[in-house]
Nanobody
């Protein structure tokens, strides 16, 4: 599975962005998918995950502001980010794994996209 993340950019606090993660190479509809982010000097942080079709789980810092979704017809996962804050600034990575349940740790994912930069100005 190859993953290609896109959609990052510069946005003011309170604004919105939508990230996309396009998958290719294998049918990924059964894979667990997730978004992680990494800010300078910090560890990878779990953002959100989607599995078993439409089950979702969010990190506490984004709950209520971000929405993860997937369109298996076009093998793409999305992250709709609303009410963005400066502390959301990071490189966002999409990840996938053939496991069928929720995986919270980045080391458990076999496939990664290249990352897309999100910068939120105050």
């Amino acid at each position: 599975v190859q993953l290609q993340a896109s959609g990052g950019g510069l946005v003011q606090a309170g604004g919105s962005l939508r990230l996309s993660c396009a998958a290719s190479g294998r049918t990924f509809s059964t894979y667990v998918m997730a978004w992680f982010r990494k800010a300078p000097g910090k560890e990878y942080e779990f953002v959100a995950s989607i599995w078993s079709g439409s089950r979702t789980y969010y990190g506490d810092s984004v709950k209520g502001r971000f929405t993860i979704s997937r369109d298996n017809g076009v093998d793409t996962m999305y992250l709709q980010m609303n009410s963005l804050r400066p502390e959301d600034t990071a490189v966002y990575y999409c990840a996938a794994d053939a496991s069928r349940g929720l995986l919270l740790r980045p080391t458990l994912y076999d496939y990664w996209g290249q990352g897309t930069q999100v910068t939120v100005s105050s």
